[in-house]
């Protein structure tokens, strides 16, 4: 089967794009190709379109992922179509359009509708569509990785799991990493097994710390402490080293260091907006709360829950608005 020149991906979900991409590249025996990758909300470097339309001199292979690509605007389009006509015969370009999906279909911008590229991809088929994963899709999600891994999962605990199981596929597939050391030698689930995954009607830990240093909803935040008895003794550990690893990134973004800052550029952009709210005095802080955290409970001044909800209520504090601060005091 011959290779496409170009493929546009349209899916949400960044670890189900790069499950796709991998199996373009199984597809079309371009594991061994160069990889680069861009992101569409940043400038691009001259080296972007050279990897586009310039044979390399050993006339090796390349697959240049463009993420974020639905954030285009029309004049970046306009040079992209153009460029996509030149198209080197060793390139393989892959546009991933990330928007959210809406009822109506696949978010493909208008601007790009109107585009050569665009229209000819179309036709010839040179397209991938997944809305990422929900209560229908996520059922085959699971019993491809339980084929994959040699996994034996009957229909009712499937079914189970497919209630179970966040709808975002990275942290999906960390909970079923997480079952694939549970099966053990038997390489098989039951329904026991399903009681290990936190349930998807729960907060998920990422969306957590991000709600915190956001000033999110401090009534969801609260629920999620109080009532996940469970989670409690690793929420702190996973609370505390995200966090350390958090007021890293402020304190190097608020010093001048953002280059060696590894995020992709929008996340980065939050994090700056971020560390400039805070300041350094309160990114400070959150080494602090770190260190009285983890020593309350090695001394055993405190149970691990209470460290928990100390360290909560110190960082919605921290991280909340200046308005809602002052309406506290």
Known sequence: MSRPGYMFLICPDAELLHARIKELQEQFHAQDYEKKVYWADEEFPRQFWGDLTLQTLFGSDKIIILRRAHSLKAAVWDSLDKTIAALAGSSFLIMCLEGKWERKGPPVPAVLKKRKCWKFADKKKWTWQSAGLDEKTISG?????????????????????????PKDARAARLELDKLDLAAGPERKLSMEHVDLVVHSDEMDFFQFMRSMSEGGDPVEIWRRVLTN????????????ASLTREARAL????????????????????????????????IARMFDMVLEAELGIKTGQRRPEQALELLVASLTSLFAPAGRARRRS
Not at 141 to 165: H, P, R, S
Not at 229 to 240: A, C, N, P, Y
Request: glycine share 6%.
């Open 141 to 165: 999600f699971v019993g491809k990785w339980a084929v994959e891994n040699g996994i034996a999962v009957d229909k009712q605990v499937l079914q189970a799991l497919a209630k179970a199981l």
């Open 229 to 240: 008895h469970s989670e409690k003794d690793s929420m702190i550990f996973m609370l505390t």
């Open 251 to 282: 304190w190097m973004i608020l010093h001048g260091e953002e280059s060696a800052v590894r995020l992709p550029p929008f996340v980065k952009r939050q994090k700056q907006e971020l560390a400039r709210r805070l300041g350094p005095a309160r």
